[in-house]
Each structure stands twice: as C-alpha cells, then as structure tokens.
T-cell receptor
Framework: DSGVTQTPKHLITATGQRVTLRCSPR?????VYWYQQSLDQGLQFLIQYYNGEERAKGNILERFSAQQFPDLHSELNLSSLELGDSALYFC???????????FGEGSRLTVL | QKEVEQDPGPLSVPEGAIVSLNCTYSNSAFQYFMWYRQYSRKGPELLMYTYSSGNKEDGRFTAQVDKSSKYISLFIRDSQPSDSATYLC???????????FGTGTSLTVIP
C-alpha cells in the first residue's frame, strides 16, 4: 500500500459525459501528479499541483481540468468524454524532501 | 528523440535467471533515477531510487547508474514468477517537478 488513495477504482460512462476522479496523497506529501495510461501505452503526464497551486502541465486536454484543495486532496475532471479517453488514470504524490514518487492504484475509466 | 528510451520487450526468462533491464536517456542533467514495477492493471510500485551515479542493492534487486554513458540498469537475481510484470524506469532533474518515464519493459518469468 503506497498510501495514495484514488476513487473510484472503476468507472463506466457514456460519450459526452463528465466524470471526477479523486486522489488523496500520502500524509505529508504536498505534490500531486496525474498521469494517464492507455492500453499498452506508457504513462502520460497530465498535470502537477504543489500545495494547492498548479506547478507543471503536460499533455492535458482542454476538456480536462484539475485542482488541489486546502486539505491537499486533488480532483481530475474529465468532460465531453470521448471513446479515446478510456484509460487508467493514476495519481501520484511526491515526498517533499527526497522527491520519491508514489502511485495510487488508479481509476479505470471506460467510455462507451 | 525521446528523453528516456526503454526497450518494450517482451522479455521471457526461466525461473532463477538473472534479468537485466535497461534504459538510456538523453538529458545529462538527470540526477535522480527510479525503477518501478507495475503488475497488470495496478499502480506502479517504486522498487529502487538512486541519486547520481553508482549502484544500489536491495535484496534480489540491484540498480546501476552510469551517467557517463547515460545508461541505467536494473538487475534481478534469482528471478521468480512473481517478478512477472512491466518494469518502468524514471528520472528527474535535481530541480523542477517533472518525472520522465520510459515506456516500460514487459517481463515474464517462466516456472
């Protein structure tokens, strides 16, 4: 158990819909990262937050947005969903001083 | 050119074999190097974390970093069927926030 909690574990929805994925980082970790992993694909970096502020942006679509709340949990919002958005979405948190990155178990999104 | 290159495999070895997994990278400023193990449909699990050059050993796992060649390796001794997974390398700079991942090598250890 990495200490990073993600909900929901599985989500099935239809095209055009909107979903919210939630992440609670490890206790004490201020940084949260979001990654997308499609079938047989590598990890694609989406976005990073540090203590409530956006710090880095990767290949995140305009239909996607994220935020980190004062209690440090983070949410990834995916809207106008398309079939190609079906993937595993991982949240990771980074240890403040050493920079080690720990992943949650992921949220599996299926868009039908 | 990708920042991090990793042979996707698949790699298949008999139980008990020594496994060598490798990544090359292009940015000589990378300072932190990581190896993750990912079982199917699970989150990546941090196996090894090293800073700069040298070796690090943890049980059956040894991580090597050769900064002069921009090459990192993960060795698994006495491989077990439970080692069957995808192994991802990752690295980052001394400053900044971004991690750079390889695409992963799929390993199967045959009993």
């Amino acid at each position: 158990d990495s200490g990073v909690t993600q909900t929901p574990k599985h989500l099935i929805t239809a095209t055009g819909q909107r979903v919210t994925l939630r992440c609670s980082p490890r206790s004490g970790d201020l940084s949260v990262y979001w990654y997308q992993q499609s079938l047989d694909q590598g990890l694609q970096f989406l976005i990073q937050y540090y203590n409530g502020e956006e710090r880095a942006k990767g290949n995140i679509l305009e239909r996607f947005s994220a935020q980190q709340f004062p209690d440090l949990h983070s949410e990834l919002n995916l809207s106008s969903l398309e079939l190609g958005d079906s993937a595993l979405y991982f949240c990771a948190s980074s240890v403040r001083w050493t920079g080690e990155l720990f992943f949650g178990e992921g949220s599996r999104l299926t868009v039908l | 050119q990708k920042e991090v290159e990793q042979d996707p495999g698949p790699l298949s070895v008999p139980e008990g074999a020594i496994v060598s997994l490798n990544c090359t990278y292009s940015n000589s400023a990378f300072q932190y190097f990581m190896w993750y193990r990912q079982y199917s449909r699970k989150g990546p699990e941090l196996l090894m974390y090293t800073y700069s050059s040298g070796n690090k050993e943890d049980g059956r796992f040894t991580a090597q970093v050769d900064k002069s060649s921009k090459y990192i390796s993960l060795f698994i001794r006495d491989s077990q069927p439970s080692d069957s997974a995808t192994y991802l390398c990752a690295m980052r700079l001394n400053t900044g926030n971004q991690f750079y991942f390889g695409t992963g090598t799929s390993l199967t250890v045959i009993p």
